[in-house]
């Protein structure tokens, strides 16, 4: 593992307590392609957002300790619709279309697009968006349009990179420092930068202490 990720440091009980959330029940609920299919706005609500292939099901699956809670596939652009999964009582996450995936049909694209909009402007239970950032490659355009967006709908949101196992710890440093710089200059954004592997398992209870914060107690 890196000697240290340029991740913040969390009080014992709540990693436990992030620790206790992700391991309990975690249940799919459902795909939607439409707003109207959207489940019941009963439970503080997290949604992942992201470049396709950044790495959304692998870190929700990585988060639950579930090898296939979500589904992952080495083709970029594979989620096309919002899938939300169920954690007990407690917490609904959502796993949102990649964006950005350029071979995808301009039309299906385009409603991709709007449906994330829709969702992220008009959703009163989400508590925050987490935006996934690929560590090799740092914040892109599509990634800021996406900033933006949640700027402007009041949407806290947190920037989450991932894939830090791909490249050198010194670039990995200079590459959280320039993406939490960044940050800094969006309303809406949290100020941690968390990053994250989710083959390696680092900064997995970092995200999963996070989220306890967020979710209904115990």
Request: aromatic share 6%; proline share 6%; hydrophobic share 40%.
């Given at each position: 593992m890196v000697d240290a990720l340029p991740n913040p440091q969390f009080e014992p009980r709540t990693l436990d307590s992030g620790r206790r959330l992700f391991a309990g029940p975690a249940d799919f609920v459902l795909g939607a392609v439409e707003?109207?299919?959207?489940?019941?706005?009963?439970?503080?609500?997290?949604?992942f957002a992201g470049r396709s292939n950044v790495?959304?099901?692998?870190?929700i699956n990585a988060l639950t300790g579930r090898k296939a809670l979500a589904r992952t596939s080495v083709t970029p652009g594979?989620?096309?619709?919002?899938?939300?999964?169920?954690?007990?009582?407690?917490?609904?996450?959502?796993?949102l279309p990649g964006y950005g995936y350029a071979k995808a049909p301009k039309g299906k694209v385009d409603?991709?697009?709007?449906?994330?909009?829709?969702?992220?402007?008009?959703?009163?239970?989400?508590?925050?968006?987490?935006?996934?950032?690929?560590?090799?490659?740092?914040?892109?355009?599509?990634?800021?349009h996406?900033?933006?967006?949640?700027?402007?709908?009041?949407?806290?949101?947190?920037?989450?990179?991932?894939?830090?196992d791909k490249i050198k710890p010194g670039e990995l440093t200079r590459t959280h420092a320039t993406v939490a710089t960044e940050a800094k200059s969006h309303v809406a954004a949290h100020p941690n930068v968390l990053v994250t592997s989710s083959t390696e398992g680092?900064?997995?209870?970092?995200?999963?202490?996070?989220?306890?914060?967020?979710a209904l107690t115990e």
């Amino acid at each position: 593992m890196v000697d240290a990720l340029p991740n913040p440091q969390f009080e014992p009980r709540t990693l436990d307590s992030g620790r206790r959330l992700f391991a309990g029940p975690a249940d799919f609920v459902l795909g939607a392609v439409e707003l109207n299919q959207l489940p019941a706005g009963d439970l503080p609500e997290i949604t992942f957002a992201g470049r396709s292939n950044v790495g959304k099901s692998s870190l929700i699956n990585a988060l639950t300790g579930r090898k296939a809670l979500a589904r992952t596939s080495v083709t970029p652009g594979r989620t096309q619709e919002i899938n939300f999964f169920r954690l007990g009582n407690r917490l609904m996450i959502s796993d949102l279309p990649g964006y950005g995936y350029a071979k995808a049909p301009k039309g299906k694209v385009d409603t991709w697009t709007q449906l994330i909009k829709d969702y992220l402007r008009g959703r009163p239970n989400l508590r925050r968006a987490l935006v996934l950032i690929d560590s090799r490659h740092g914040i892109k355009d599509n990634d800021r349009h996406i900033m933006a967006l949640l700027d402007d709908a009041a949407v806290n949101y947190q920037l989450i990179m991932t894939k830090a196992d791909k490249i050198k710890p010194g670039e990995l440093t200079r590459t959280h420092a320039t993406v939490a710089t960044e940050a800094k200059s969006h309303v809406a954004a949290h100020p941690n930068v968390l990053v994250t592997s989710s083959t390696e398992g680092w900064g997995i209870p970092e995200v999963q202490a996070a989220l306890s914060e967020l979710a209904l107690t115990e």
